[in-house]
């Protein structure tokens, strides 16, 4: 679709300090957003078509800030389990089976029930992501690929000089929708040599790097044990910062951690239902968000979570905070929106490109049915969305100005097949 235009739906930017407004029309041209105004002063150029947006609200589609896409393949597979126990005697073990159409299948499916749930851009790090980077390509998803990179895996420097290579052909071929970054599994599975190679090779190339960081206490305690500091003043120390990088997690920081984060301009992916569910601990969220860090959503992989909802997370995120701080005032739902939306992107570093429903940015937007009888009465629709929406009210979703999902349903991508595909797969995996 090269234009169209959206009408009669409420409106919701996340541009920072403007609420839902009604009377307004969207127009996006060529994958970008081109007007964003009263209906009454609409452009007057023809569009090839007008959606009705009534009952709906118009909003930026969600971005994943932090997810492993293929464990959708392991979703329930080893459940109810500590992080060390169930990385080392469940996971990587079965990872070492998958091969790369395993990946793709399984980033597959991750994408069609992602896009079902108005989720346009997500941020990943995985095994072959050559293969997952073509999935989000088939599927028409904004993605930010990035290869695992495991310091005790005997090819780790040829891993790294692989993804180097593959950000830099992509970055070439100027493929709109791929943001590469470079994926160093976190500072306990990569010695500070291969993590200050990666942030000389980020530097180099401009573009940023996703790590899992002090995502549990015994983490931190061994980080302090090993080199006297936590695992943030660490990377501090060895210069990682000194690129872009997305912090999965941190959800056991200092007030020196935050300081740090909040000056070297680290994003944070915030994963509340999968801290949960490892038991991992509450995050700092709220102080984090009063330090003024950018601070996004991910769902982490469905295989500790057990969904791609980043509704739910959101939802997640607003009521946690408000019991661990006995404060129903903290991380309110247009904080949470803002999480899921505009403050995902920048702590991507993609705040100028998606995120916002504003003029010049890429045409990534939801429309989200709050005509059901769960989501009425419209008493504020910041509210609405964050306490009773649910995934399936996702009616139409929209990547750089293509609809990926009408009513309801994948345009693109056979869902069935796909399913069909994984549980083959899967089944293969788990002998």
Same mark, same amino acid.
């Given at each position: ?18 609420? #839902?407004?009604?009377?307004? +029309? ?34 930026p /589609? ?5 997810? @492993? ?5 392991? %979703? ?13 005697e469940? +996971? ?24 079902? $749930? ?8 995985? @095994? *072959? ?15 930010? #690929? ?18 180097? =290579? ?5 970055? $070439? ?30 530097? =180099?190339?401009?573009? /940023?790097? *996703? +790590? ?15 080199? /006297? ?14 690129a872009?990088?997305?912090?999965? !997690? ?12 909040v000056? &070297?301009?680290?994003?944070?992916? !915030? ?7 490892l ?41 946690? @905070? ?5 404060? #129903? ?13 505009r403050?995902?992107?920048a =702590?991507?570093g ?21 005509? /059901? ?6 008493? @504020? ?7 009773? $929406? ?7 979703t929209?990547?750089?100005?293509e609809?990926?999902? %009408? ?15 994984v549980? =083959?797969?899967?089944? &293969?995996?788990?002998?």
């Amino acid at each position: 679709m090269s234009s169209f235009r959206i009408e009669n739906a409420t409106i919701l930017t996340m541009s920072p300090g403007h609420g #839902p407004v009604e009377g307004h +029309i969207l127009e996006c041209r060529e994958g970008t957003i081109t007007a964003v105004c009263p209906a009454s002063a609409a452009p007057d150029a023809p569009v090839d078509e007008v959606i009705d947006g009534s009952g709906c609200v118009l909003m930026p /589609g969600f971005v994943n800030a932090h997810t @492993h896409l293929a464990m959708t393949l392991f %979703r329930g597979y080893a459940d109810d389990m500590p992080l060390k126990p169930w990385l080392e005697e469940k +996971i990587w073990p079965i990872e070492m089976k998958l091969t790369e159409e395993d990946v793709y299948w399984g980033a597959m499916l991750g994408i069609a029930e992602m896009l079902r $749930a108005g989720v346009t851009c997500f941020n990943d790090m995985y @095994h *072959h992501f050559e293969a997952g980077t073509r999935a989000a390509i088939d599927g028409g998803i904004r993605a930010c #690929p990035s290869g695992v990179l495991l310091g005790f895996l005997p090819n780790a420097d040829e891993l790294l000089d692989r993804a180097v =290579a593959f950000a830099t052909v992509t970055r $070439a071929d100027g493929a709109r929708r791929i943001h590469p970054m470079l994926g160093p599994h976190a500072p306990y599975t990569c010695p500070d040599r291969l993590l200050q190679r990666t942030a000389e090779a980020a530097v =180099a190339q401009g573009i /940023g790097i *996703h +790590i899992h960081l002090s995502e549990t206490a015994g983490e931190v305690q061994d980080s302090i044990d090993a080199h /006297g500091v936590t695992p943030v003043r660490h990377m501090l120390d060895i210069g990682l910062f000194d690129a872009q990088v997305l912090a999965a !997690h941190c959800v056991h920081l200092t007030d020196d951690d935050i300081g740090i984060i909040v000056d &070297r301009g680290v994003g944070v992916a !915030h994963c509340p239902g999968s801290n949960l569910k490892l038991a991992s601990g509450f995050a700092r969220v709220p102080d984090l968000l009063a330090a003024g860090a950018a601070v996004g959503l991910g769902t982490d992989g469905a295989a500790s979570n057990n969904n791609l909802d980043m509704l739910e997370e959101a939802r997640l995120a607003a009521l946690i @905070h408000k019991a661990c701080a006995d404060d #129903p005032t903290v991380v309110p739902a247009d904080a949470a929106l803002g999480m899921l939306t505009r403050d995902s992107a920048a =702590a991507l570093g993609l705040g100028d490109i998606t995120g916002a429903l504003e003029v010049g940015k890429r045409g990534d937007m939801i429309l989200l049915d709050l005509s /059901g009888a769960h989501t009425q009465p419209l008493f @504020h629709v910041e509210s609405q969305v964050v306490y009773a $929406a649910r995934a399936s009210d996702v009616k139409m979703t929209i990547v750089e100005g293509e609809v990926l999902v %009408r009513d309801g349903r994948l345009t693109r991508l056979d869902e069935a097949a796909i399913i069909e595909e994984v549980k =083959a797969r899967a089944a &293969r995996l788990s002998t």
